[in-house]
């Protein structure tokens, strides 16, 4: 593979700089060995900036040639060791250490720069220097300043960096996820020996033990094997475009993001040939300013860092900074329009299995105030109206599936196989099943569902009103199409009439747990919460707060769904990995219950129906509606699922208006006719 030269014409512009501010900085590392307040600072800084142009100057050769697998694994290890394992708690990237060592304001500032300077790694990945010369002009300046003990702050330095790169940082971004021609990570895909597994480490992400287990393993596994992989992933793509009605034909599409975890290169190489069978190209990509998904997936060097550094970006969000991004981002839409409306959508593979992860709450990591939570709000709303202007949910659709990483467990070889048979079960079973189901909801104004034992639920679940019931539905039929393995029926419920509690012993959110998990909802709304992750109640629902609601005081219960896959359910129990299962699993093996927006979010007014060619009206509710008054007041951006177990359950019931009670599932199991062929899996 040759050196990606994708921004070769936008690094013109910055070769001198780039130039200079490395002599100034050698000079500054050179000056900063002796004792000092601030010289360990800045010494690791910029030993940290010259390791990274190191790393620039040996891509330019054959770097993944010369060098063995051990070789390019420590060099791997050496670019994330200030954050791996106990080298983070006397990083400079550790905020406590920064607070301690240059007090709190100076303290984040720099703590925010360092954290800067270590994500100069995918940026010389792609050689892209224009944003690495902002941040080093920033280092030297705020060394400038504290050496000639100047009153000025740091954090003023760092945004007025973000400033000035603000077009060259948005247009990257967009670029990355929607220009074909942006084919560095792609080539890696596509064009590795991938029996070599020297590729992993071309990505510049950090590699752990699962990406080289994993990809070591599949590369046992027979071609039926992955080819069946593939196509189960690919297949639902189409199928869920198709269903899902979309006002672009897939014929006119042109590409297609592909978002995986490292080391599964060998399966999605084979979904990306039959994508090209499509005509879509496969766009692949990272992005240093963002956690969020669809993207390339890795292990996290330390999951404390990545928690600590969530907010950063309240160092300087601001009211000049918001607008100036929403410009840049409508001029870069603008300018891309013609790429962006012939992408696909994104074609998503996670992973699961990792040890649940839960942090420290630091008080010295940077947090968004109150005024800033309600700008964050704003811009979000400005944002998607913008990006949904070129490329609404109506002209694209996703694919979304999971399959075990090596941490799982000794089992592992076991669960995968399992995992494949789960994602492959027969989507006409379940259908059938789900008919059942639906036709008896849509006979209930409320839907009643009560834990069992020490669970607390009890929730009453407020449906619309059928106006044309032989026509009419609330409950999506959920087969294997876009959201894979097969299982639910599901609906945006009403919020007033919604009232209650759902708790379980114990939930994985969002890659964190938590224990004894707690919402109360009152017309639909959460009242309160809490867990008992710490013995601090304040701590449990700082915890909860800043992890599923920020930057929101509440939300709303945007879905309500009865999970159908009890094969899946049993499965978990048998290995002992009911724990680690991820969501997209974890919501088809008992009722969920979703807070933030419904599952039709800016899709509302696209007619959805079943297999039987039922409407499903259910997808608004009285919170999103307000997007026809007041688009700032109709979303949430949050969508997370809870579910209840099979086995802290002990009913649910449909509720009709003459006050009958039909009962679906009672002490964990389905009795309702027709459907008790879901307890089979439960007899092994």
Known sequence: MSRFNYFYETNQAYKERYKNSLEKIKQIEADTKKEGKYNAYFNSACNYVLLIDKLNIDLCEDYFITNSFDALKTANEKLYKPVLNNEYESS??????????????????????????????????????????????????????????????????????????????????????????????????????????????????????????????????????????????????????????????????????????????????????NFASLNLKPIVYTDPFTAARPRLISTKPNHQYSYDHRFDEALYYCKEFTDAYEQAYATSLENHKDIIKVMA??????????????????????????????????????????????????????????????????????????????????????????????????????????????????????????????????????????????????????????????????????????????????????????????????????????????????LPLGEFAIGTNTTAYVMARKYNINHVLPILIAEKTGPHFAIGDTCFSWSEDQYVCNSDGKEIIARDNEKSIKRKTDLSQAYTYKHTDVTIPYDELELIEVITKNNEKITIIKDGRFVLQGTQLLNEAFNY
């Open 92 to 273: 400079y990237a550790n905020p406590e250490k920064c607070v301690q060592l240059f007090g709190k304001e100076t303290g984040q500032s720099l703590c925010c720069l360092y954290t800067k300077i270590l994500n100069y790694i995918p940026l010389v990945i792609e050689n892209q220097l224009g944003l690495i010369v902002g941040t080093n002009e920033t280092l030297i300046r705020a060394f400038e300043a504290i050496s000639q003990e100047e009153l000025i702050q740091i954090d003023k330095l760092i945004y007025a960096e973000t400033m000035e790169n603000m077009d060259l940082m948005v247009e990257a971004s967009i670029l990355r996820k929607f220009d074909p021609e942006f084919n560095y990570y792609s080539e890696i895909l596509l064009e590795s020996d991938l029996t070599d597994l020297r590729y992993l480490f071309k990505y510049g992400l950090y590699i752990g033990e699962n990406e080289i287990k994993t990809a070591q393993y599949l590369n046992t596994l027979s071609e039926e094997k992955i080819s069946r992989m593939a196509a189960v992933f690919t297949e639902g793509f189409e199928r869920g475009y198709k269903n899902g009605n979309k006002e672009m034909p897939l014929s006119e599409k042109r590409s297609i993001n592909l978002a995986y975890p490292i080391g599964f290169e060998r399966v999605i190489r084979k979904a990306a040939y």
């Open 345 to 554: 959508g994104p074609a998503v593979q996670e992973s699961f299995g990792e040890e649940p992860f839960t942090p420290k709450s630091k008080r010295d990591s940077i947090s968004y105030n109150d005024e800033q939570t309600e700008l964050k709000n704003a811009h979000t709303t400005v944002i998607n109206k913008n990006f949904k202007k070129y490329l609404p949910n109506s002209a694209a659709s996703f694919v979304i599936i999971t399959y075990p990483v090596p941490e799982i467990g000794d089992k592992y070889e076991e669960i995968f196989d399992e995992i494949i048979k789960i994602n492959t079960l027969s989507n006409d079973v379940y259908d059938r099943i789900h008919k059942i189901i639906i036709d008896t909801l849509d006979l209930g104004e409320f839907v009643h569902v009560v834990g069992k034992g020490n669970n607390k639920t009890d929730i009453m679940v407020k449906l619309h009103p059928l106006s044309n019931p032989e026509k009419e539905t609330n409950f999506e039929n959920c087969t294997a199409d876009v959201n894979i393995p097969v299982g639910e029926v599901f609906t945006s419920p009403l919020l007033t009439g919604t009232n209650g509690i759902i708790h379980v012993s114990q939930v994985y959110l969002n890659d964190l747990k938590y224990e004894e998990f707690e919402m109360t909802f009152k017309d639909g709304m959460i009242e309160a919460y809490t867990c008992s992750n710490f013995d601090n109640q304040e701590e449990n629902k700082k915890f909860i707060y800043e992890n599923l609601l920020h930057p929101h005081k509440t």
